[in-house]
Every structure is written in C-alpha cells, then in structure tokens.
C-alpha cells in the first residue's frame, strides 16, 4: 500500500482522546501558544500563505476568510465549526472528533485569537450524539489547564437536515431558527451569526491549523498540489476492496486513491465510475482517473472535491438507478426555501423515476438537463447548485446507459 | 454617499453604493421580473425569478439581493437568463392550479403577469397540484394554500409588519408550506384578521371572504331592505377599482353607482364616525377628569381590537369603550333610523362597505346584536363593491351623481380622515378642544399626527392641561406604544391605533395595495376631502346633532351605553 502522510489525523489511534494529557505529551496545545505569542496578523498572514483551503468543499482560502473577519468592526465575534457531517459516505470529521478532539479545539482557539472572538459553537451533527459528550469533556478539559483562556465553546447538535451543513443555514440553526441558508453576500465574516463577524471552518480545516502554525507556513504550502496544498482525507465506499480512510497528499490521483490505496475493485471486475465529493458529486469515468485530487483539478472536469467521499461503482452497477436514488435524497433534504431548488429538486426525482423505469423518452432527457443546468447557476444555496451534478454529469459521461432505458 | 459605475445591459448607470442590482435596473428602465420581492419588506431572494448574470460569476445573481460593485456589467436578458427564468416560472406553474378563471386575482396576480411576459406555453414538467384544503375557518380571510407559491411575503407582512406571528413554514423541500402557526386553522392562530397578508400575496392565495352571493341574494329578496353605510376610506379606493385615480370618483357618483348595484338606501359610515368622536372624546374628557384608566386607546380598529385581545389582554381597560363607527351605525339603522323612517327594522339588511376585512369577523361578534338584531348583516369590502361595479357595467364617467339617503348620511371633514392613520386623532382633538376650551380652533389641522411616520405624538394645551397623545399604525407599531404602556412607562392620555399601514386607506379590504407610496397617494387624496368639506368638526355635524337631541340625549347616556359602547374579552390563546 502507498504511504499515507497524516497531518489531521496526526494523533489517530495514538492517544486517548478524553485524555488532555496524551495530546499535551503529542506537542498539543504548543501551537496555541505559539499563535498567541504572533500578533493577530502575522498569525493571519502565515495561514493565508499556507494556502490552506475550506476542507468543507468550497475551497476559499482560509486566511483570506479570516482576515475578513478580523478586519471586520464589531463588539462580538464568532467562530463557529462545521461539524454537521451530513454527506452520504463521508465520515471523516467524525474520525478527528472522535479520536483527537483537542486538535479541532486547538484550531478553534487559534482562529478565536486571530479573529478576536471569545465565543466558538461546535455544531454537531445530529447523528453523532456520542461525539457530543466527547467534545464537552474536551472543552472542560482545556479549560481547567487554562488554554482556552477567554474563549468559550458550546457544542450544539442539529436535527438531521442535511442543508445545515451549508453554512448559513447553520447559522440559522444555531440562532434557533428554521435550517434554511441565507443569500449572501453578505457572507458571515462580514455578518454572521446573530449578524456579528463569523468564521466558519469544516472540522478537517481546523484540525490543519496546530500544524500550520507549529510547523510554518512554508512547509505545508510545499505539500501536495501548490494550488490546494496539504492532504485530504477521502473516505472509501462502495465497489472497492478497502473500505476505509486514507489521508494523502493532493496530488494524489483518484486512480491511485482507488487502486493503490483503495485496492482496487473486489470480485475482479472492471471499473465504472467513482463520485467523490460525497452525494452532491460528479460522477467520473476511467479516463478521468488521472486526476489529483486538489480543488481546481477537479473543477477543471467538471467535478469536486466536496467531502472527500469516494463512492466507487464496478460495471455490473445500474448507474441510472443510482442516480434515481441520489435525486430521491435531494428532493427529501431540500428545505423548500428557494423555487427552483424546491420544485426542482421534486422535479428532478420525477423525471429519474421516469426514466429509470422505462418510461421516459429522449424529452425528459432534454428537459431534466436543462433543469440541472438552471438549478446549478440559479439555487440560493449550494445545495440545489450541487444536486443536479450527479444527474448532468452521468448523462454527460454514461449517456448510453440512459438511452438503454428509454421507450 | 459614494456613488457605484456600474453597466446592465449595455447601459451605464451610477446608482449609490449600497444598491442593489434591482434598484439600478430600475434607474435605467430595466424591469426585471420578481415575485417574492415587496418594495416595503425585507429581501428574501427565494423565488429567483430576478436572476441576471454578473460577468465573472458562473453563478447567475439574485438582482433583489445582490449589491453592485464598482465596474460590474450585469446582463439581464442573455439566453442564460431567460432560460432560468422560464424554467423557474415553469416548475412554480407546474404545481400552481390553473384556475385563473375563476379566481379572485385573476387580472391582478404577479405570477399571471409574469407567465404571460415570457410566453408559457406549456408545461414542461407534470402539471400537480398539491391538492391542500382551503382554509375557511375565519370570517374575514381565505387562504388556498394549492395556490401559494412560498415567496413567503405574507409572513413578511404578519410577522415584520404586523407582529402578529400567525404565520410560518412547515415542512421541507415541495412540501413545505405556509400554515398558521400553532394551529391547524387560521382561527387558532393568533390571526387578528387585518388582511395584510391579502396585499403581500403576489398570487390569490389569500383573499377576503368574499360575499357577493349574499349581497345578490339580498338585493333579489323582495322583503329585505337593503342599506348600506361606506366607510370613510372606501371612497378615495374604489375608483382604483373601476381604472381611476385615488379619489378620482366623485362621492355622488359613487353613491349613485351603490343605487345602481341594488342598494335602496345609501348612507354614510362618516356619520357615526362623527359621532365616535363624540362618544369617544367625551369619554376621554371623563377619564381625564376622574382619573379613569390611561392612556385611552382608539377602538375603531377591528383588527387592532382582535390584536389587544390577543396579544395584550391586561391592558383591555385602556380602550374605549366605543364601538367601530360600523357597529354604532349598525345598532342605530335598526333602532333610530328605522324609526325615523318608519321602516320594519327586521326588513332591513344593513351591509357596510368597508376596506377592512377584520370588520367581517367584527360584524359577526355576538356582542355586536344591541339593536335586537345582527346589526350589521353583511360587510363588503371595498374589493367586493369594485367587482360588483364591474359586473354592473357602469360607466362611471357619465353616471350622473346621487345623494345620500337622510338622517345617516351627513357628516364632516372630521369624518373623512378617519380613513387614515392620525385621522381619528385629529378628529377627536378638533373636539375635544372646542369643548374644553369653549374656544373656536383657528387652524384644525393637526399636522403631527399625519403621514406614514411608524409612530407620531403631540401635545395639546386644553386649558393649560396638557394632553399628550400618540398615533400609531401598523401592529408592530402599536406593540412597541403597548410594550411601553405595560411597562407603566407610557407618557400619553391618548392613543390611536389602526392596525394596518396606512390607516384604514390601506385596509386588509382595499384595492390591493402593492407599497407604502400608494398608501401615501390615497392618503394625500383623504386630506384634499376634508379641506373641500364646508363643515370640519364632527360636533357641528347636524344630523348628529338631530340624533343627540331626538335620541340619545346626551352623550355617554344611557341610549348610547345601550347601543354604542361595547367590551372586550381576552382572546385566551393559550399557547402565546
């Protein structure tokens, strides 16, 4: 098997993580202190020049969005962590808070110090109940040895939808209203929640910063694709022999990702298509295969990094089928805020069904096309921008296996 | 404040920073289609109607939402757009009933208008209906929620506006809807009945409950007879109804064209708001004088009534206990009048014509029966009568005009302005001065208490006590004068409240009201009534006068206890 390079999950299966001790004895904890020993915008700078990027899928570089935060005016500020992991086959945000929650603290209180912030949320997701305990006792922990200083942490749990992964909507949720996203701009470093300055990062984000900061700016810039540097970690599902998580370098390719790390597809049968990036994803044929997985690579095929789920399928996999069943989870997780994403979410899952029953005709094609085209340039939030992507990109790549299914 | 360059469509335009794309099209004559947009509430950018490309983005924009930059070029109708556009409008027709027919905005619906600018032709996608139930349960409002396209303005309106928080989302995706909130009906929200969410809807939605049939059935009926009072803001409306201006109808025209539609008798609501302030400022003057409970509230708004009961019933005592000039009319057209007339009251049908679609559920209280009978049979809104113009075929550009009926039908400039907010207080001083002060007023026009203003006050001097007073329209208005009330903070001894914008003018019955600035045009038009009125103070009012001395003898008496004051109960909403 090719060699991972852990930088997120650093810790992973190497301390007790309800025990603050073992992650000290790790270094943990050094890195905050460091940070606070810069001033706010040396400490900006130096996160900006890693070129780190949003793990949660948008990609914006993260001291870029800090910065707007910390110039921004105001009496309160927030730092708020995504943790509302809501991808299908995505979980490893849940690997860090599980296994090395101070390093997702750590990073927290970092960015509350560059920002000037002093109150944090962790909004976890639903689902993950007994992360909430873990979290908590965490928290307590780095506030009885005094790291936290003057920054708070509440932990808040959603309830399952899974638009409150979209930021605004997040917000929304933890001001106690209906999930639902909010236009932007304005974006929240500017008016987040309760309308103050507000910094959201994924987990996976956060838990880079200790290192960035310990081990310089410079160091992870040279890591993987100068464009996105760093690593990812991908999550393994599907056709493929292992079913687990890897955290590579972002030049990795997906074939590598699928044959080297993933061991190929079981059973001895040939390749069909991997969607990465978690539900919402594009589905990539073979000869995409070579591609690294950094941000603006994947973009340049038309397709997204997103969670770093890799959902992989063998030839035998009714694609169409599939998709049908992606278009059916969408049209359950909009939240009926904005037309085209609610109709159109509905609309999409009508017209799949169609098809994929036998009924449908080379219209419904066109129509369900020019749907998804309207939808991705057209949705309040990313949610219904994303949804049609598995449907565009499988007629754009798997066209023949529609037409098999026509009239 | 900094200006913004900024080119759409090819056209340069500086606009001030801050603006948004909309705000510029429209600087240059750009119309650019919308449907959850409302120049008076928030921005909600969910219908996504307006989307235009911004050069640079890959993403279309919200033009509702989105701010200009410095050098943005901003294409409004490329393929691009329009392809959104018509798919949009598409997926929100495919679920919408295709009753333009037959419904009550048909010529006057915003998602009509839009599927005809852009050529729908067909349905794209399976036309479904959701196949939800109407909701009947009030007297007042109707909503049809098959027919609500989520733009979400009407809770806009309720909630922001009015404050009033009957209405929410539930549910998600396509089956999210618009429900009264902690409630399954409209009758077991908090709903004070106002008919704001009428004049937010861009659909029909919701709509009055509308009467007509009754009305016809009346009209038909050879044993009733039909009477009818218009209230004050009706007039300065319908003739946007029948195509005019704001107060473009003359009232002798109007009451002519109510003799053309069925009505045998035509009277005047602006009588008994005349007397109101008779009533209601002597009984001032008494909680003045004998330390009653201040500040006294105005009663004359139903949907403010419905409000102090929902939201504020400890603070009951405080309102007059004058009923609505349509409930004093009421309970006097089947006693005095009928009387006067020598008219069998159980022959008459008194219907009133009102811009409010609260007095419905207020003419159906089962205190509102003094004279022996319902007094008020059937109220009509001004919506209602503009229909019923309509179906007539009148031209009322060569109708010759008609008076009003005796004994009900004088009244004065004081009257007129009821109809919009400050009004009654206007009136009620021009009174109460005189009385007090035994002097003639020179300049009766309080001007403080006029206009759009949230909240307005002045002070009087009545014989070196000073009064001071404060007029609030608009429920989330009036909460923050109540809030202030129940915190015994109030520094007021009197206090007007209409609960919707505008006053009356912009009742939850008029012509539907899209902004605030047609509120304005209507109220600009009120003020130009009242200087045309030769006689400007309700207590100088004859036939009030003819009243007083035949009738009621003196106000607050005991005819008038009997038959125009009234109390109120608290609506017990348990949940609130």
């Known amino acids: 098997m090719a060699e991972e390079m852990r930088i997120v999950l650093r810790n992973y299966g190497k301390i007790d993580p309800l025990k603050i001790d073992d992650y000290i004895a790790q270094g943990g904890y050094k890195a905050l202190e460091k940070a606070r020993s810069m001033d706010r915008e040396t400490l900006i700078e130096e996160v900006k020049k890693s070129k780190l990027r949003g793990r949660g899928g948008a990609g914006f570089n993260c001291g870029q969005k800090w910065s707007f935060a910390y110039q921004a005016q105001a009496d309160q500020k927030y730092v708020v962590c995504n943790a509302d992991e809501g991808e299908p086959g995505t979980y490893k945000d849940r690997l860090i808070m599980e296994n090395d929650p101070h390093t997702l603290i750590e990073g927290m209180a970092i960015c509350a110090y560059a920002i000037g912030a002093t109150k944090g949320y962790i909004y976890c997701r639903g689902e993950y109940p007994h992360l909430v ?70 987990v996976e984000t956060f838990a880079n910063i200790p290192v960035i900061v310990e081990k310089g700016a410079d160091w992870y810039a040279s890591i993987g694709v100068p464009s996105y540097p760093g690593t990812k970690v991908f999550t393994l599902t599907g056709d493929i022999n292992n079913k687990t998580f890897f955290e590579v370098p972002t030049n990795t390719t997906i074939r590598e990702l699928i044959y080297k790390y993933g061991g ?91 098809i994929n029953s036998g009924k449908g005709t080379t219209k419904d094609i066109e129509t369900i096309s020019r749907l998804g085209r309207v939808m991705s340039c057209s949705c309040l939030c990313g949610l219904g921008q994303a949804a049609p992507a598995p449907v565009l990109t499988t007629i754009q790549h798997f066209k023949a296996d529609y037409h098999a299914k026509l009239v | 404040m900094g200006m913004v360059n900024l080119t759409i469509d090819g056209i340069k335009v500086s606009v001030p920073k801050g ?42 924009q919200a033009a509702c939402s989105m701010p200009v930059t410095e050098g943005m070029v901003v294409k409004t109708r490329s393929p691009k757009v329009i392809e959104a556009r018509k798919t949009i409008l598409e997926l929100i027709l495919s679920n919408h009933p295709q009753e333009c027919l037959t419904c009550a905005r048909n010529q006057n619906c915003e998602l009509q208008e839009l599927a005809e600018e852009y050529s729908i032709r067909e349905y794209a996608f399976e036309h479904k209906v959701r196949g939800l139930a109407k909701d009947t349960s009030t007297p007042s409002i109707v909503r049809d929620p098959d027919k609500c396209i989520l733009c979400r303005r009407c809770i806009d309106a309720c909630s922001v506006t009015q404050s009033v928080y009957a209405l929410g989302i539930e549910n998600r995706g396509h089956h999210a809807m618009v429900v009264p909130s902690m409630g399954k009906d409209l009758i077991d929200s908090p709903c004070v009945m106002c008919g704001q969410c009428i004049h937010a809807c861009p659909v029909g939605a919701i709509t009055e409950r509308e009467q007509i049939d009754e009305f016809l059935a009346a009209v038909a009926d050879p044993d ?41 008798y035509v009277l005047h609501t602006n009588f008994t708001a005349d007397l109101t302030i008779i009533e209601e400022g002597n009984e001032l003057l008494k909680r003045l004088k ?58 008459i049908y008194s219907v009133s ?26 109220v009509l ?24 009926d005796s004994w009900m039908g004088k009244y004065t400039g004081a009257a007129v302005i009821f109809g919009a907010t400050g009004g009654v207080m206007e009136a009620a001083l021009r009174t109460v001065y005189e009385v007090v002060t035994g002097q003639e007023l020179k300049d009766v026009n309080f001007t403080a208490v006029r206009g759009m203003e949230g909240i307005k006050e002045a002070e009087v001097d009545l014989n070196g006590t000073v009064v001071k007073v404060a007029v609030a329209h608009g429920l989330s208005n009036a909460r923050k004068l109540m809030d202030q009330v129940r915190a015994g903070e109030s520094p007021y001894h009197f206090i007007e409240i209409m609960a919707c914008p505008g006053g009356c003018i912009g009742g939850g019955g008029q012509p539907i009201t899209k902004s605030n600035a047609q509120r304005q045009v209507r109220i ?51 949940y609130l």
Not at chain 2, 20 to 25: E, N, Y
Not at chain 2, 315 to 339: I, N, R
Not at chain 2, 353 to 371: G, H, L, N, V
Request: aromatic share 8%; proline share 6%.
């Open chain 1, 133 to 202: 305990g873990i979290l908590n006792t965490a928290i307590s922990q780095a506030k009885e040895k005094g790291f936290l200083k003057d920054f708070d942490i509440e932990v808040r749990s959603g309830a399952g939808a899974y638009v409150c992964g979209e930021e605004t909507a997040l917000i929304e949720s933890i001001e106690g209203k209906r999930g639902e996203p909010r236009f932007k701009p304005p974006y929240p470093p500017s008016e987040g929640l309760w309308g103050k300055p507000t910094i959201v990062n994924n």
């Open chain 1, 264 to 354: 190929g597809i079981p059973g001895g049968k040939k390749f069909k298509a991997v969607q990465i990036g978690g539900t919402s994803g594009a589905f990539i044929p073979e000869e995409l295969l070579d591609t690294p997985v950094a941000f603006d690579n994947m973009a340049a095929i038309g397709a997204t990094l997103g969670s770093g789920a890799v959902f992989v399928l063998d030839e035998t996999r009714d694609i169409v089928d599939v998709v049908t069943r992606i278009a059916k989870f969408f049209e359950h997780e909009s939240c009926g805020k904005c037309a085209p994403c609610r109709e159109g979410t509905a609309r999409m899952y009508e017209i799949m069904s169609k």
């Open chain 2, 19 to 60: 603006s948004t794309i909309l705000q510029a099209a429209k600087e240059v004559g750009i119309k650019i289609p919308t449907l959850c947009y409302h120049p008076d509430q928030s921005v909600k950018a969910n219908c996504r109607v307006c989307v235009c490309e911004v050069e640079g983005n890959r993403l279309l």
């Open chain 2, 224 to 264: 009733k007879i039909v009477v009818t009072q218009i209230a004050p803001a009706v007039r300065l409306a319908i003739a946007e109804e029948v195509g005019m201006k704001p107060g473009e109808m003359p009232m002798d025209v109007f009451v002519a064209g109510l003799r053309q539609i069925g009505f045998d």
């Open chain 2, 290 to 347: 004998e330390g009653g409970v201040l500040p006294m509230f105005t009663s004359c708004s139903p949907g403010w009534i419905n409000f102090c009961e929902t939201y504020y019933p400890d603070l009951l005592d405080h309102l007059s206990t004058c009923k609505s000039p349509q409930q004093m009319f009421g309970a006097l057209v089947k006693t005095y009048w009928a009387e006067k007339m020598g008219i069998d009251p159980a022959k």
């Open chain 2, 353 to 378: 014509i009102m811009p409010c679609t609260a007095k419905k559920y207020e003419a159906s209280r089962p205190e509102m029966q003094d004279s022996g009978y319902r007094d008020v049979d059937l």
């Open chain 2, 381 to 404: 809104t001004t919506r209602e009568i503009g229909r019923l113009f309509r179906m007539s075929g009148i031209d009322f550009t060569k109708l010759e005009g008609s008076s009003f």
């Open chain 2, 524 to 574: 600009d038009a009120i003020y130009v009534e009242d200087e045309n009125c030769e006689i400007r103070k309700s207590h100088e009012n004859p036939e009030v006068k003819i009243l007083y001395d035949e009738f009621l003898h003196e106000p607050l008496g005991h005819k008038s206890h009997e038959l125009l004051h009234t109390h109120y109960h608290p609506k017990n909403k348990k």
